[in-house]
């Protein structure tokens, strides 16, 4: 979004910021409404979703220019945005795409450029998806990435998600002090999943302004997801969790 409209204190450590929409970003919301959201809808299998969205990716959404990208066996991406050197500190970026679709490749634009303007190198590990693979691959797999960047003396300094990203974001942060390892200094949850316990069709009808997600494949991906465990966990839903003792968190969200 562009053109910050307003900032309204919330609390002593809290800001809300309200912002404008550009010509840009109405495009992209339709684009959203009316192609990706119908599709969402249409299309039952994860793997064609997959490669429909891996497309579109490739469509848009491009890599700082002057970055470096090393890319792992997996898929998994290290981007070096320009003027950071291999000593700079990692940003942890876990991508979203309701625990189904979505890969570092598709999210690498994006988390470039905030690497870019945070000054840090953006690590996306490749975890793996639902159905082939559900609840609890994606958070172990996540932690295992966490616990590995410690060991490699490369902590992150941030870790941030979008989606599906921002809760194995907050689980991972959650399970690493529990670990008693080295939490990052800040986390970004970037209109996180936090409670999928929820009604989902009734949430999705009192928020008619829902550009991007049809309540059908909310439905399908939860179920694909959890695979019948405890909707309250907090390892799906960490809404539920003790979340005192954790680092200074940005969310952003919308009232759509």
Same mark, same amino acid.
């Given at each position: 979004?562009?053109?910050?409209?307003?900032?309204?204190?919330?609390?002593?450590?809290?800001?809300?910021?309200?912002?404008?929409?550009?010509?840009?970003?109405?495009?992209?919301?339709?684009?959203?409404?009316?192609?990706?959201?119908?599709?969402?809808?249409?299309?039952?299998?994860?793997?064609?979703?997959?490669?429909?969205?891996?497309?579109?990716?490739?469509?848009?959404?491009?890599?700082?220019?002057?970055?470096?990208?090393?890319?792992?066996?997996?898929?998994?991406?290290?981007?070096?945005?320009?003027?950071?050197?291999?000593?700079?500190?990692?940003?942890?970026?876990?991508?979203?795409?309701?625990?189904?679709?979505?890969?570092?490749?598709?999210?690498?634009?994006?988390?470039?450029?905030?690497? !870019? $303007?945070?000054? /840090?190198?953006?690590?996306?590990?490749?975890?793996?998806?639902?159905?082939? *693979?559900?609840?609890? &691959? #994606? =958070?172990?797999?996540?932690?295992?990435?966490?616990?590995?960047?410690?060991?490699?003396?490369?902590?992150?300094?941030?870790?941030?998600?979008?989606?599906?990203?921002?809760?194995?974001?907050?689980?991972?942060?959650?399970?690493?002090?529990?670990?008693?390892?080295?939490?990052? !200094? $800040?986390?970004? /949850?970037?209109?996180?999943?936090?409670?999928?316990?929820?009604?989902?069709? *009734?949430?999705?009808? &009192? #928020? =008619?302004?829902?550009?991007?997600?049809?309540?059908?494949?909310?439905?399908?991906?939860?179920?694909?997801?959890?695979?019948?465990?405890?909707?309250?966990?907090?390892?799906?839903?960490?809404?539920?969790?003790?979340?005192?003792?954790?680092?200074?968190?940005?969310?952003?969200?919308?009232?759509?």
């Amino acid at each position: 979004m562009t053109l910050p409209a307003q900032a309204q204190s919330v609390g002593p450590h809290r800001k809300v910021m309200a912002f404008r929409p550009g010509l840009a970003d109405r495009a992209l919301r339709r684009i959203a409404r009316y192609g990706k959201k119908p599709i969402l809808a249409a299309i039952p299998s994860q793997k064609v979703l997959r490669l429909l969205f891996a497309l579109a990716a490739r469509l848009g959404g491009q890599i700082t220019p002057g970055s470096r990208v090393d890319i792992e066996a997996d898929g998994s991406r290290l981007i070096t945005p320009p003027g950071l050197g291999p000593d700079a500190p990692v940003l942890l970026y876990l991508h979203g795409g309701g625990f189904t679709i979505g890969s570092p490749a598709t999210h690498a634009g994006m988390a470039s450029h905030i690497a !870019r $303007a945070a000054g /840090l190198r953006v690590y996306l590990p490749r975890y793996p998806l639902a159905p082939e *693979a559900p609840f609890p &691959a #994606a =958070p172990e797999a996540c932690l295992a990435v966490y616990r590995r960047l410690v060991a490699e003396d490369t902590p992150p300094v941030a870790l941030a998600g979008d989606s599906a990203g921002g809760n194995l974001a907050l689980v991972t942060a959650l399970a690493a002090r529990v670990e008693g390892l080295p939490l990052p !200094r $800040a986390l970004a /949850l970037l209109g996180p999943v936090v409670d999928q316990s929820a009604d989902i069709a *009734a949430r999705v009808a &009192a #928020a =008619p302004q829902e550009h991007l997600i049809p309540a059908a494949w909310a439905a399908r991906i939860v179920t694909s997801y959890a695979a019948g465990h405890d909707l309250t966990d907090p390892r799906l839903s960490p809404i539920f969790a003790d979340l005192s003792a954790l680092p200074p968190t940005l969310i952003q969200t919308a009232e759509g």
